[in-house]
């Protein structure tokens, strides 16, 4: 049998992340193919994190142990990956990360985690690699996405493939105006790091989201892109709300292979039935990614929004990681009194979950027991 192939993806998320990141990949390797024109297929996952413990990245492990025969995870703290040169001629790899954490606005500190920069510097963090996968952990696959990995040639001159996102602005004052309202609602400055109104027309006419992007970096190599986007960045970045997106967008735009919508859906806008989505997609089962990237309070995994999560629940029943949600969700519930939440709860509720739910409560007791009674036996024979 030949050698596999190997298909490198990185994730990037801290500690409150880790039950969605879990999900994600989960779902991606769940959905993943297996061979690529009779070849076999091995998934590198490579999961950039920040302050996550061992006890979290343990349970990661364990709930993807069931994907080993094809796939591997690998964690990197990234003050550790950012702290070797990767040449003696250039700024090394922390100081490029902190050049451009100091250049993000303040708003985009508290909504963002400072990984999201990290897509600039990939080159750099895997040398390793031709060809990389990123993606958010705010997803959740239904199909196989294997397929855009070889669907960009490394020899290529495009700098990196990904979906475009629905334009909701009719035009690019439209667009110009609503950023203008975000940044002063945000406190950010409007004038001095504000952009050219051909760098608006560029964004508005290049709607990418970068939620899922396969990166060429041979190319990125070649021509020195990594140094060109922290130059960029560090003129530029206190002023943009969409940090990475915009920048990739405005200095990769003439090089970019556009993916397939179904690479990158949004739930919010194939739920309305006038919506022009539906004209690239017929049916939801073409989605291969769904990206939940509206605003932050209306992530899936937060109990409060458990009853428009439907796509990302059904996902996490099929994944380990569901009895953690749902003790949060418990929780939740008893500070807040919401009974009427449990209505959508049966539902989605099968005999065979709460059994495994039954019998994590209980293998956790009888854990407990069991360490209270061996404590309780060395006491003994101590006295």
């Not at 920048?247 to 739920?271: A, M, R, V, W």
């Not at 953690?324 to 209505?343: G, P, S, T």
């Not at 007791?365 to 061996?374: D, N």
């Amino acid at each position: 049998m030949s050698d596999p192939l190997t298909i490198p993806v990185v994730v990037a998320f801290n500690q409150s992340y880790c039950l969605p990141a879990g999900v994600a990949l989960h779902s991606m390797l769940t959905h993943a193919a297996h061979t690529y024109e009779n070849i076999p297929l091995f998934y590198k996952i490579h999961c950039l994190v920040q302050g996550v413990d061992a006890t979290h990245k343990a349970k990661l492990e364990q709930g993807l142990a069931s994907f080993r025969d094809f796939s591997s995870v690998e964690f990197i703290d990234i003050e550790s990956a950012t702290s070797h040169k990767p040449q003696a001629t250039s700024h090394s790899v922390a100081e490029k990360f902190e050049i451009l954490f100091k250049s993000l606005s303040p708003f985009a500190q508290k909504r963002f985690s400072p990984l999201i920069l990290t897509r600039f510097i990939l080159p750099s963090l895997f040398p390793q690699y031709d060809k990389i996968i990123m993606c958010d952990v705010d997803v959740v696959f239904t199909q196989d996405m294997s397929a855009s990995y070889f669907a960009l040639d490394a020899e290529s001159p495009y700098y990196l493939a990904a979906a475009k996102e629905f334009r909701r602005d009719a035009s690019v004052a439209d667009l110009i105006e609503t950023r203008q309202i975000w940044a002063i609602t945000a406190g950010m400055p409007t004038s001095r790091h504000f952009l050219s109104q051909e760098q608006w027309q560029i964004i508005y006419k290049n709607p990418f989201n970068t939620g899922f992007v396969v990166f060429n970096l041979k190319a990125w190599r070649a021509h020195n892109l990594e140094e060109q986007c922290v130059a960029f960045f560090s003129q530029k970045g206190h002023g943009l709300f969409c940090p990475e997106q915009d920048t990739l967008t405005l200095l990769c735009h003439q090089n970019i292979l556009e993916l397939p919508s179904t690479y990158n859906t949004n739930p919010c806008d194939f739920g309305v039935k006038e919506h022009s989505r539906h004209q690239g997609i017929k049916d939801p089962k073409e989605v291969i990614m769904w990206h939940f990237y509206s605003a932050d309070s209306d992530k899936p995994w937060k109990p409060e929004n458990f009853h428009t999560a439907q796509i990302w629940i059904n996902a996490l029943l099929h994944t380990p990681f569901a009895p953690i949600y749902f003790e949060n969700y418990y929780n939740w519930l008893k500070d807040n009194n919401l009974r009427a939440h449990f209505v959508r709860f049966e539902s989605l509720l099968t005999k065979r979950f709460l059994m495994g739910y039954i019998l994590y409560k209980i293998q956790r007791i009888a854990k407990r027991s069991w360490l209270k009674f061996c404590l309780w036996w060395k006491l003994k024979r101590l006295s």
